[in-house]
């Protein structure tokens, strides 16, 4: 079997391999943009092309506009040394080619290693923007998974094919949370995209939070913050196409972006180098089609074909829900979970605000009897909330109103049950949170139990 693969590699790149290629020249620079002749006929917009500088290595760079005349590309690095008449050669199309063996291991939005060792190829390139299964024959949501996590098994579950994005701003927990979501969710493969994250970060993500066992399974996709805005436009597109790839094997995926935010970000830096106007709060026109694109690749698959769970993390400013890549991602996934600050300096983690997110796979993912406990928690931290400031002011008195005592009384029990993290399963962690109800006094159904 391992010679088999190792041959579809072999064969893969000898079919890759050009005799003849067209060459062009650089004509001219426009701000951060590069102008070549001679492509015009056989480049296509997001081919690669490579720069060959007389003083340096060479430079890649994407074609991003094209006219009779000339081709103008974005280099993914600095273009110190770029001289005109420098020939420039089509590298290669946008497509990946990933197999079992990149299990386990780091690689870059073009499908190279990062880790040190070397990685082959499958035996089909996979193009990075891919159209999603057919909407008619795609399957509904799946099965609710364990993530270990009791929030999210209880009252925010996640079903497989569900697509949710995690709102946070920063040092609020937001990346071991996902963290621990690839080590401990029921999936059969985790691919996770960091997206401009600090070179730092990257290590740190892989050794310690995500782990070796959560590695063995996983395959990550990073692009550091001091890459070209191409380079971390791509690494998303990239995770998906490997994403995609083990969901046509038939496999459950778990498809974790880290962070569209930045995403988005490195589109606006494209998008403006290119000429096209902002009307977003800065960002062009074209950043909602973008991230909805992205977003509909996850999910179901068709009838012979596994699922993407997607867990999509937004970076909110000031905890500013109404910005436009936040509102862009609500209105097209399947449920959103907002982190909040003040719960984590209290110390609460996961610091989920269970009032302000919302899980669509609800009520059909929870029976009758779950349904009513999830009602019933909501109802009594919602009390809670709003009576708050009364209470904390000392200005309430016991037994004015039953619903603000059985408030006040199951509170810090149901506090210390979000932070909970075990290892059995959606069925234990509904046997906890009734547990905390009835150390808080309360029964499911509603009524105060006797002391």
């Known amino acids: 079997m391992r010679h088999a693969i190792r041959l579809q590699m072999l064969q893969t790149q000898l079919s890759a391999i050009q005799a003849v290629r067209p060459i062009g020249r650089i004509n001219g620079t426009r701000g951060n943009v590069l102008t070549v002749s001679g492509l015009n006929d056989v480049a296509r917009i997001g081919d690669r092309v490579s720069i060959n500088r007389l003083m340096g290595d060479p430079l890649s760079a994407e074609v991003v506009q094209l006219s009779q005349s ?13 001289a005109l008449n420098d020939r420039v050669v089509v590298d290669q199309q946008n497509k990946i080619a990933p197999n079992e063996t990149w299990l386990g291991r780091i690689v870059d939005p073009n499908g190279e ?7 082959g190829c499958g035996p089909i390139p996979r193009p ?11 399957r509904p949501l799946g099965k609710r998974m364990d993530t270990g996590h009791l929030v999210f098994d209880t009252m925010l579950p996640i079903v497989r094919g569900q697509r949710v994005g995690l709102f946070a701003g920063s040092g609020v927990g ?8 690839a080590k401990r969710m029921s999936a059969d493969v985790v691919v996770v995209a960091m997206i401009g994250e600090r070179g730092r970060e990257v290590r740190h993500f892989v050794d310690s939070v995500l782990g070796p066992d959560g590695l063995a399974k996983s395959v990550v996709v990073a692009a550091t913050s001091d890459q070209s805005p191409l380079i971390r436009r791509r690494c998303a597109w990239t995770a998906m196409a490997v994403a995609e790839h083990f969901r046509d094997e038939g496999m459950s ?20 180098a290119a000429g096209e106007a902002p009307v977003l709060r800065g960002f062009p026109a074209s950043t909602s089609h973008l991230i909805m694109s992205l977003c509909e690749r996850a999910g179901p698959g068709g009838p012979d074909q596994g699922d993407i ?13 109404e910005e436009p890549i936040a509102d862009i991602l609500r209105g097209v996934l399947d449920g959103h979970v907002v982190l909040d600050r003040e719960i984590a300096e209290r110390g609460r983690f996961p610091a989920v605000d269970i009032l302000r997110s919302v899980s669509r796979s609800l009520p059909d993912a929870a029976t009758t009897t779950e349904n009513e406990t999830i009602a019933q928690v909501r109802k009594l931290m919602s009390v809670f909330a709003q009576n708050q400031m009364m209470i904390n002011a000392g200005l309430y008195t016991q037994g004015t109103d039953p619903d603000i005592d059985m408030a006040i009384q199951a509170s810090s029990h149901l506090d210390t049950a979000m932070s909970q993290v075990h290892e059995q399963g959606c069925h234990h962690s509904f046997d906890q949170l009734g547990l905390a109800l009835r150390r808080g006094g309360v029964t499911a159904s509603g009524r105060k139990t006797r002391k």
């Open 253 to 272: 995926v778990l498809f974790l972006a880290d962070s569209i935010t930045r995403f988005a970000e490195a589109h606006r830096e494209v998008a403006s």
């Open 70 to 82: 000339d081709a103008t590309v974005i280099p993914d690095g600095p273009f110190d040394g770029v």
């Open 128 to 138: 990075l923007k891919n159209s999603p299964p057919a909407a008619a024959s795609r």
């Open 309 to 321: 769970t997607g867990v999509f993390s937004v970076l909110v400013a000031g905890s500013d829900m």
């Open 174 to 181: 937001k990346s071991n949370l996902m963290g621990q979501l």
């Open 113 to 119: 290693p990062l880790d040190g060792r070397p990685l």
